[in-house]
């Protein structure tokens, strides 16, 4: 993975990614191979302290409040404990100002935000995220996605571990399909989809343009448009990323 | 302050904050008010001589005998509530997902053994120490009466938690919680037991049992440390009271090896260092 790249990790149940995720954080030993974090073996302190992780299972003591353990995680990642940075974590995960709420008055979806604000402590340069929406509503998982884009931004690489496909379509630059441990297919969620075709809404009516792809797009709308057409949407023919997930995980199957 | 210290302070607060604790300190004040309803009654029905006559010293009798009887009652609270800090402090974590969020954090695995271990220790440790002196103040209030030495006993009493504080701990790297807290009050009942069973060899000259006995105190030590704790207490009588003293109330007293502690600190080192490695090695 490259600084700054959103690699997506799709797969069946069992398929072998959580286990994937916890062997880059030092969580599981490897039976055979190797993994490698920031060029630093997993597990290794060099790796812990490059990385992020949020759990699958993301609970937090109920004890405490969200600023008490975010403060644990900066003393722990060896980050300065600063009370403004816990303040601009909670905010850019969509909690601002609840630094004294207790964890076992956050609902669900405010405990995942809450972990993953203590996955971004010590600012990793590596984030591992397994299923981060899994207990969000869709304004959550909205965020979650522009705090994905806001890493990437900032130099981030991230891992995101979902069963939510159209989630990774949307923010990932590189999914890879993993099947029994092995990796089936991958590439960019463009690559992947192998779209057959433009559908072009004009006033004219919908219109196919069998064979273009994606890069096409401009061009074929500054053609239309230029023939005097008014162009209202444009949507991809067929090849959606669950397709070629679904062609990935059923022809290794059968 | 080095991740040890932040976690030992973590789990500390942790323990403290939890709204189990409270029902620790409810149930403590109801020990603590019922002992104190019998120390005074106790004190107050004594009379000259013992039972049937027998001359001793009743009211040394009923001092050392009730403050025994505190001995036991302060070891039992103390274990629980060492079973209760340490019983999920490391696979009973793991399975809740509170663990995973720590570990991956650059501190090793054997530091968050050591903390959870050692919060554990000063957590049911200082309570120990509060409730033994909160019950010696009881004897004295009631009945005049005080040990000779009253640090030693209390000491070993502190000693012995911590050793089922650790022996807990280790347990919680290879156990659930629920299979955890059952093995170690069954471990810690086989060492009252074994204690009560080496009394009983004494008395019927068993040597056989005895041995048994005395390597089952090797193995389990915070019952060797309750009987030396009793031994203490009963060192300012002699004969007959004396005898009954150490006859206690819950097991008899018996001094232990003048080895004791120098064993104790090999013997938390082996605990200890046994739960670092299985926790290294196991799979999260």
């Known amino acids: 993975m490259q600084p700054g790249e959103l690699v997506g990790l799709l797969g069946p149940n069992g398929a072998g990614k959580s286990t994937l995720v916890k062997a880059a954080c030092g969580l599981v030993h490897p039976t055979s191979g190797e993994v490698r974090v920031c060029g630093a073996p997993a597990g290794s302190r060099a790796a812990r302290v490059r990385l992020g992780y949020l759990p699958e299972t993301f609970r937090q003591p109920a004890w405490c409040t969200a600023d008490e353990l975010l403060r644990l995680h900066q003393r722990l990642a060896g980050a300065a404990p600063s009370a403004a940075r816990r303040s601009e974590l909670l905010t850019l995960v969509g909690l601002p100002g609840l630094e004294r709420l207790r964890v076992d008055a956050m609902s669900k979806g405010m405990a995942q935000r809450l972990a993953l604000a203590t996955s971004l402590v010590g600012s990793p340069a590596l984030l591992l995220l397994d299923e981060p929406t899994s207990a969000l509503d869709p304004v959550g998982r909205r965020l979650v996605r522009q705090v994905l884009e806001h890493l990437r931004d900032q130099g981030v690489a991230v891992l995101l571990n979902s069963h939510l496909l159209s989630e990774v379509e949307l923010v990932c630059d590189r999914v890879a399909i993993l099947r029994a441990g092995r990796v089936v297919a991958e590439g960019t969620p463009q690559e992947l989809s192998h779209p057959s075709g433009l559908e072009v809404e004009t006033a004219l009516g919908t219109q196919v343009f069998a064979g273009v792809r994606r890069e096409d797009v401009p061009a074929l709308v500054a053609r239309l448009v230029g023939e005097g057409q008014q162009v209202y949407a444009v949507r991809p023919l067929g090849g959606a990323l669950e397709d070629a997930y679904l062609a990935a995980v059923e022809g290794e199957s059968s | ?284």
């Open chain 2, 1 to 284: 302050m080095s991740a040890f210290w932040v976690l030992v302070g973590w789990a500390v607060r942790e323990a403290v904050r939890r709204r189990v604790f409270l029902v620790v300190g409810v149930l403590t004040i109801g020990y603590l008010a019922l002992y104190s309803l019998g120390t005074r009654v106790a004190f107050r029905s004594l009379g000259d001589d013992g039972p049937n006559g027998v001359a001793v010293d009743t009211h040394d009798l009923a001092g050392a005998t009730l403050t025994g009887l505190a001995m036991f009652a302060v070891l039992f609270l103390g274990s629980v509530l060492a079973v209760f800090l340490g019983v999920a402090a490391f696979r009973g974590d793991a399975e809740a997902g509170l663990l995973q969020p720590i570990v991956t954090r650059p501190v090793g695995r054997g530091v968050v053994v050591l903390s959870r271990a050692a919060a554990a220790a000063v957590v049911s440790g200082g309570y120990v120490a509060v409730v033994y002196a909160l019950s010696l103040l009881v004897v004295q209030v009631n009945g005049s009466w005080s040990p000779s030495s009253p640090l030693g006993p209390g000491a070993r009493l502190v000693a012995a938690v911590v050793v089922v504080s650790a022996l807990c701990v280790l347990g919680s790297t290879v156990l659930s919680t629920v299979a955890n807290g059952i093995a170690t009050f069954m471990v810690f009942g086989a060492g009252l037991f074994a204690g009560l069973m080496g009394q009983v060899a004494r008395g019927i000259g068993s040597t056989t049992l005895q041995h048994v006995a005395t390597g089952v105190s090797w193995g389990l030590p915070f019952e060797a440390l309750y009987q030396d704790g009793l031994a203490a207490l009963g060192s300012q009588q002699d004969g007959l009271t004396k005898t009954l003293v150490q006859l206690g109330p819950f097991g008899g007293g018996a001094p232990a090896s003048h080895w004791l502690w120098a064993y104790l600190v090999g013997y938390l080192a082996l605990v200890l260092g046994a739960a670092v490695l299985v926790a290294t090695r196991r799979d999260l």
